[in-house]
């Protein structure tokens, strides 16, 4: 009898335990939380405390978070109300994150502010209809042109080169020219460089009905010199594209290839992004330079095209559920203020987007993000939130490109106008596309 | 074959024949099987619950026709005939919760299920603070938040109901006691009899109430979710979401061929084919070698054997996802394995053991036999260690060989000890997201533009994974969930029920 009135209390505990435990959820103290990259959360820590000591009146804590620009979405999308009150996010995530809510307007006064001060691509890059999201502060992710200095010959400027010069040049002293031909976000760049445009128009996070308009083949490619082709702009680029994939010094191939022709010193030109610079430095010494994507002579018309990089950008975004939004804001003005990019430069190499920093000699030096900046300036196309299937349907065409190198004929005129017909209509989403 | 043949020429067949005649069987019955299914288990079931109901109301129309005035107004106000009598813990029990019922009700339940028709109309709102020029927002409904509570009003409802049920039966059973002249159980009374008589009661509460508020709970919630638009666009707070109907029901079993924009039906085929095979395989092919391995290292005559059984055991010491992540790297396309294959000449490119559908299907289930086997292993040597040796010796001795021993001794005594295992290996197994998640992710992808972003080797449970992680689909994934409850409950109740461990308890014991 006696255990059993022990066992009776006892489970009686454990259910006045349940009660308890389900009833001590909520509450919570006040503060602000800020989300950065795990590399710059040092310098971060050192920004929140210049931001505290030049607003004494802010007494709210601030903490600090560890979720990178590329992961923000993933995260905030489990509990919005949970998450940060400021984050670092890539601009590729900008509708998603405005979808369910995570981002709140950037005011008037502040817009007009970073559109004086800040690169123009980068202030657009966080827009969504007429309004802003979002305060840039760094301009680095896109692709430009690593070379080997022996490829250039004495007398003459990189600058001035074709890609149909660099390549030949690089097959005369052997060394390679290294291209991803079919990823997605290498794939469409010829065909932006020679003017044709791809926009969704958002309903929500996905894309609202016919809200996908691509010019592709329709749209006459445009050459450098502003005069208007016969050939459509998707012609153009895919024609460029088979030809480089044609040319003997061309290498198909990502990151570890780079890394393997380095080592082999058979490097000749890498398109890729800033986070090979080191890699690449580090193996080429004296000869390491770098510089925006080379113009190309066409083969069908043989007028001179740009050729343009998907130019992506990080800003800091404000939560639209912050308990403190005249605090968020501020901070994230402040987070991505002139001072602030080149304390970030200083600490992590990060390419600004802040217009003076870019023009500071100390960034200049550094060639890679030279290079991506001088890119950023002209010859880009901002890589915006993009729906699932346009990576499918660009690596479906990038991969039907390197078929037709492999193949003993060339594809005719007809047979790539009829394949950017297809490609145009697979990014529309009319077709799913077939690999 | 609509009858089974008579027993006799059954009993006549050799075991090949009567094997193929249960196979055919098996299948020709199938529609016999929906139809008992229809015409006599779920009749049988609703009249059970017809029975139940019956007697409810029996014993409330016998408190309000039998009943004193004293049980009469236990109807409004809960308690009240024991109270009348004295029992008084009894009666502010039920009174008290009564109380609290119609609290919650009035200041809380019956606002939520108001909404609970629309799930909220009311969106989050913005405006510019005219002082600082910040935009801000006001809030609206939130749509999750009145499914939740909803149900749980609902919840709450039933529990009330059965109480005041309870509390009538109760009621007019303390009026019969006092009627038949004999003493009332008091305070201390009921308090004992919960420690002594009514003891299963207490014990079972805790669990009970556990299993409500973390398995029922969710499940019905779940269910509730089928039916509504829940996804990234209708995205609770910044969005509402609302009622469907059967849309997404429909999506999923009238979609269009892979390359149409619902392609959810195939998909779900693919995807429900491959994980029963990959189930099958997973389950059987470890079994089978795990016991053939049990019976080489048991064998009279193997030196050694510790040493043997330690080694198989070692990889069991190694935790599983670790092996997993290492077979993933090990056999990617530019993994160790493809590296020194190419280095040592024997293949010109890679072999595409997790980047090709088929071969990847295979791939994992190779992987999966070095998980799997050692645990067969282990759990069989005790097994067959246990089988009495003179069985064997009579068998022996009968002229039978080694073959036919297997088959009438050994296997017969595993099978019957291990059947409840294999079905938990198997229902294991069509929900093993580890394997499938760390070695491939569900790469490569079924089609692409694929519903759900659905691949050649995911199960339906990695496939839910990524529409809810991935796609936030949801609704859809709830239909899925609940596809898969229906397919893993009917699976397992069945066979399990039909299993000789559960038909036989008593042999071999």
Redo the contacts between chains.
Sequence with gaps: MKKRIISLLACGAIAAGTVMGLSACGGGEDKMIVWGPATQQAVLQQMVDEFLAQNPDITIPIELGIVGEGDAYSKLSQDVEAGADVYAYANDQLVQLRSIGALARVPDAAVTSMKQTDDAGAVESGKIGEYYYGYPYAADNGFFMYYNTDIVPADTKIEDMTLNEILDACAEKSLYFIYQMKTGWYAGSFIYGAGGSYEVTWDGAEPAENGIVCDFDTKKAVAADGTVSEYSAGVIGAQMHYDLGKHDALVDGDDTVITNYLQNKKMGVAITGTWNGKLISENLGDKYAATILPDYESSLDHKTYHWYTFAGYKLYGVNSYSKHPEEAHKLAQFLSSQAMQEKRFDAVEIGPSNKTVAAMDKVKNNVAINAISKQFEHNYVIQKSMPSTYWSAMEAYGTNVIEWTKATTAPSTQDITARIATLVQELKGQTTPQS | MTERIPELEYLKMTALQKFGYNFVWFFTDIPNKFKRFFTAVIPALFLRLWYTLKGWFSVISNAAKYGDWKTRMSFVVMGFSHLARKQIMRGLIYLVFEVLFVLYMVFFGAGQLAMFGTLGTHE?G?YIDPV??????TAGDNSLLILIYSILTLFIIVAFVYLWYYNLKTGYAAQEIEEARKKLPTARDDIAS???EQ?HK??L??PL??LTIFTIFPIIFMIFVAFTNYD??H?P???LFTWIGWDNFAKLFGGGA??A?NNFGKVFLDILIWTVIWAFFATFSNYILGMIVALIINKKGIRLKKLWRTILILTIAVPQFISLLLMSQMLSD?GFVNTMLQEWGITSGPIPFLSDGTVAKVTIIVVNMWVGIPYTMLMCTGILMNIPEDLYESAKIDGAGPVKAYMKITLPYVLHVTTPYLITQFIGNLNNFNVIFLLTGGAP?L???AAG?AGQTDLLITWLYKMI?NE?LYGVASVISIMMFIITAAISLVVYNRSKAVKNEEDFM
């Design positions: 989050r913005s600082t020029g910040i935009e801000k927002y919960l420690a002594d003891y207490t014990l509460s805790v109430l556990g990234v666009n995205n707070p910044t969005t892979v390359g924009a530019t992808l089609s692409e533009g972003g992680m936030k």
